[in-house]
């Protein structure tokens, strides 16, 4: 408890100098070791926020709050942590993940080893800043900081198509986080508060709310410009292509963690700030999330032969829950989507890693050239056969927690999206064990035994185990204890404004 | 002769509070006189001194940045607020960093060269009188001052046909420009000095006395037509559609350093001689005003966005590239008409511009070879392998050019935009965010052809002109720039605050 300093800051401000170590020309050496203090840090303070987070003393509902002056305060910009109810277990999945990730391309011998872990480095700095900025401004400051990079990682050491990719990604992204900067001007703007500060656009507006249509206009711009960058349907289209081409650890944490910022961004601002704008959309918002994103997309990734873009795919399936969740707005549909943002980036992060590993062994990603990668390489198969079941939301593990939660809340919103959603699972099952099937079981392909007698694939290595374990251990200790991360749901979002329309969507 | 007026109008003249522009001046006779004694060493001395001396300069200024606002000043013609002292480092800056790329472009070249500088020196003094002049007369003796220097540097490097052309479309389009100027201006001190009307003025150029007989008419016809061609005639300065046609090729046939000049000073110069037109002057026009700047302003960004799509040869892609950002600029003018803080919020997008710009010129003067105007985009492949440096400044300019956090470009749109969204323009912002998505393309483009290919072996490495290594001032200055872009988009200090107090 007692750290000598703001772990939130430190937290955020390791990774960034460690990267402008490595930029004013670290030697490669020396690079690599401070890359680990880098990735680390955060890593062991977001440990140390999840441990003394209930403990901690709020304000407002956030913890570790502190304010850093930047020369803007007239225009209510500063550079403000802290976290909340909401903010701690993505800080504490930025961090889990982000340390993970940072392992896993550390030991991945990556062409230009040192850029390629400035610019993660910078990825995870700006993650770890967005879930703990208390200032819309550094909220969107810190969600590009992270962006940038996966548009030069993908452009430089991506795959298949990594040139229309990386523009693709970069045109279609920036599009929609200009579209949500819009709605977040004007919600600054409309507020008449003049601050930037989450704590005071609640304060100002729970005091004088905005008309219910103006709501709604900012609603709709928030859920454009979030909704391109979690890829809700039918604005996904990104999702796929830049996965396809991400190098792993970059997938890792963008589909892992930095797609989260949209959908934490809509129960941080959205929700609570224009309570009544969310709820006129929530029924458009269920429809395009259930029958887009999870019954569409769910049915084209069951026809994906590619392992890479079956998960692409999958992680944008599976936003469609977080997105339906989000429109009941109802507290405990929320506290799902919180559970289930977590539990999804931690497996996310695992598949797309354990992908890349398959892709070592067998030099593809087509599943239709694999087959019987078990009998040689069984402990891949047994972290890949775990994270397949995280990934579905077996009990055991985070994601389940989340989807019951979400699936009680939607009942309760509508039953028929619920049964809708809850075909969705069977569908997520049909893909993952298939997958999983062809892969590892079953007899070998052709083209994968030739493969195999040119370089025989060994098991995993201690350097590819570790990150593995660190995510698959921590899905399996919040599958089991699920309170551990997320409480206090009530002062989540400060006592100020428990917003009304949620509290009363709860009573319902 | 009546000694009492004079000693009136002396008593009026704070020349001590000029001393920036004064200090200017004579370090750029200094240069001449030192050629003049040491015509040998004076080649090498030149530059060197001028930078010097203005880095000195910017030192003083800084230290003593409260003596730089004086308020209204010499009768009537000068006001010295905290926009214009602002202005006045902008300017100081700019000539720096151009003498700083003259340097290195002059180094390849036979022109003369303390020339060169002593006009850019005058030119800056010129600018920084332009940026606080409060008098039509006082204005357009200080543009015409910026203008012929302009004009000679357009011209520079005779040798070439295409700075030749530049330097004639320049000249030509400089005068058309002066011309609308001052009909304008006639115009509006004929309208104001009409003794029929409430609040005539003998003083009609006077800012103040010219604000007042516009509030008092508020639809005067003459007066309307005026503002319309004053209005014109800076947009030409601005490089705002539709009068950015000169851009391109000026832009493309100029010296590197003087492109550089146009496109970041005399840009600058521009946008703040618009600010205090339009928030002091012209505000009881604000139903012409503002429509006419909102609709430049729309144009000007789509035009310069799109227009930059296309461009291979990087002179004319920045070029175009800077007629965006006159949009941008204009859509915080615009806000500027009804809310103080825009203002603030423009002369802030306006430093970060000048740094980003100045880091893309940096590398582009060290890119090009002798034939200055034939810079294309393809002579950047393979520059992260060969020159790391210069492709990580190159990256960061043009980061913050596009707007992408943490570099100070995105705190310029950013403030740009909430004024904007604050004053209402909501569908200029659509337009203005359409055309960040757009310029990121092009942004991209250029940085991808610094970067991405070279994983490749390009095939005519011969082809391409050769590049010069970065000296050290070279290397300081650009490392600066690319310092101050990175750390202005973290923490906006002292400048931030300067420019947030009304």
Known sequence: ?508 | MDISALQHAAAGNAWGAIWPEISLACLALALLVVDLVLPRRGAGLVPNLAILGQVVLLGIMACRANTLVAGETFNGLLRLGRIAAAMRFFFVLSSLLVCILGRIHLARSTMPRVEFYHIVLVVAAAMMLLAESCHFLMLFVALETVTVGLYVLVSYGRTSALTLEAGLKYLIMGGLSSALLLFGIVLLYGAASNPLLPAATAASMHYADLARFLAANPHNFLATIGITFVLAGIAFKVGAFPFQIWIPDVYQGAPTPVTALLAVASKGAGVAVLLGLVRFVFAPYAWLVVPILSVMAAATIIFGNLAALTQHNVKRLIGLSGVSHAGFLLLGVVAAARLPMAAGAVTFYLFTYLLASFAVFGVMAHMAGPADADQELEHYAGLAKEDPFLALILAVGLGSLAGIPPLAGFMGKFLVFVAAFRTGHYGLLAVAIGGVVVSIYYYFGWIKAAFFESWRPSADATARPVRTAPDWVAKVALGALALASLVLGFYQGPLGGWLSRP
């Not at chain 1, 200032?135 to 969107?140: C, D, I, L, Q, R």
């Not at chain 1, 941080?268 to 029958?291: C, D, E, N, R």
């Not at chain 1, 795919?313 to 989000?326: D, P």
Request: proline share 5%; glycine share 10%.
């Open chain 1, 1 to 508: 408890m007692d750290l000598p300093f703001d772990p939130l800051l430190v937290a955020m401000a390791a990774p960034l100098g460690v990267a402008l170590a490595i930029a004013c020309g670290l030697p490669k050496r020396w690079s690599v070791r401070l890359a680990y203090v880098g990735f680390g840090l955060p890593f062991l303070l977001a440990l140390h926020v999840w441990w003394h987070f209930a403990a901690a003393p709020k304000v407002a509902g956030y913890a570790f709050l502190t304010n850093y002056s930047t020369g803007l305060d007239a225009l209510g910009i500063g550079l403000k942590l802290g976290v909340n109810g909401v903010g701690m277990p993505l800080f504490v999945l930025a961090g889990i993940v982000g340390f993970a990730a940072g392992l896993y391309a550390i030991k991945s011998g990556a062409e230009r080893l040192k850029i390629y872990l400035l610019l993660l480095l910078v990825m995870q700095a700006g993650l770890m800043g967005v879930f703990a900025s208390v200032n819309v401004f550094f909220f969107y400051f810190f969600h590009e900081l992270a962006l940038i990079p996966t548009f030069i990682m993908i452009g430089i050491w991506g795959g298949r198509d990594r040139n229309y990719a990386a523009m693709t990604v970069t045109i279609y992204l920036t599009l929609g986080a200009m579209i949500s900067l819009l709605g977040l001007i004007a919600i600054y703007v409309k507020s008449g508060g003049g601050s930037f500060d989450f704590i005071s656009l609640r304060e100002a507006l729970a005091a004088n709310p905005l008309s219910v249509t103006v709501q709604k206009h900012l609603a709709g711009l928030l859920l454009l410009g979030f909704g391109i960058l979690v890829s809700l349907w039918p604005f996904h289209t990104w999702a796929p292509l830049g996965y396809g081409a991400a190098p792993s650890s970059a997938a890792m944490l963008h589909a892992g963690v930095l797609k989260k910022v949209g959908l934490y961004g809509l129960i941080q601002l959205a929700l609570p700030l224009l309570p009544a704008g969310m709820a006129g959309w929530s029924h458009a918002l269920a429809t395009l999330a259930v029958v887009g994103n999870v019954l569409v997309i769910g049915l084209i990734t069951m026809a994906q032969r590619d392992l890479k873009q079956m998960v692409g795919y999958s992680s944008v399936m599976h936003m469609g829950y977080a997105f339906v969740g989000l429109a009941t707005g109802s507290v405990l549909g929320i506290e799902g989507v919180v559970l289930l943002m977590v539990g999804h980036g931690l497996s996310v992060a695992l598949m797309f890693q354990l992908a890349t590993c398959v892709h070592h062994r067998t030099q593809t990603f087509a599943l239709d050239e694999m087959g019987g990668l078990a009998q040689k390489t069984p402990v891949l198969a047994a972290f890949f056969v775990a994270a397949t079941f995280a990934g579905i939301g077996l009990p055991g593990f985070a994601n389940f927690w989340g989807e019951l939660a979400i699936f009680t809340a939607v009942w309760h919103f509508s039953p028929s999206f619920a049964f809708l959603a809850v075909a969705g699972i069977v569908i997520s099952a049909v893909y993952a064990l298939r997958a999983l099937a062809r892969v590892f079981f079953g007899p070998p392909s052709a083209a994968f035994q030739e493969v195999a007698a040119k370089t025989p694939p060994a098991d995993l290595s201690w350097s590819e185990r570790w990150p593995a374990i660190i995510l698959l251990v921590t899905l399996a200790f919040i599958g089991v204890w699920p309170r551990s991360i997320v409480r206090d749901r009530a002062e989540a979002f400060g006592p100020s404004a428990p917003p009304a329309a949620i509290l009363a969507f709860d009573r319902r």
